[in-house]
């Protein structure tokens, strides 16, 4: 599997530019507000696969608040509770599929 590095990705109505930080092996995003583009970042300073599992976990995020089942957990600061059914989690796989296809080389159809 080859990635493609894309400099933006496209989710939901979002436009979120791609930082690929080879000083880092964490992930984090933002979304646009107001003047500032959203990004998301993601840490190459480790393996494929361990950079792979920082961009699921931060779009699984992203997609996650859209849907509304990403709550502030109460009992903790900066910690979430991801709250969700299988029609969720149905809507989720076909969002990640589609995301996960601008950042994965494909052959065309």
Same mark, same amino acid.
């Given at each position: ?22 000083? +880092?092996?964490?992930?984090? &995003?933002? @979304?646009?507000? *107001?003047?500032?583009?959203? %990004? ?27 849907q ?8 903790? +600061?900066?910690?979430?509770? &991801?709250? @969700?059914?299988? *029609?969720?989690?149905?809507? %989720?796989?076909?969002?990640?599929a ?8 494909c052959?065309?159809?």
């Amino acid at each position: 599997m080859k990635y493609k590095y894309p400099k933006k990705l496209i989710i939901g109505s979002s436009v979120f530019e791609m930082r690929y930080d080879k000083k +880092s092996s964490s992930g984090e &995003f933002a @979304y646009p507000y *107001k003047k500032k583009k959203g %990004f998301i970042r993601i840490g190459t300073q480790c393996s494929k696969l361990r950079m792979l599992d920082i961009f699921i976990h931060e779009v699984k995020e992203i997609i996650n608040y859209e849907q509304g089942v990403r709550l502030d957990d109460p009992t903790a +600061s900066n910690n979430y509770r &991801f709250v @969700y059914e299988h *029609k969720e989690h149905a809507d %989720f796989c076909s969002r990640l599929a589609g995301i996960l296809y601008q950042f994965v080389a494909c052959e065309e159809e």
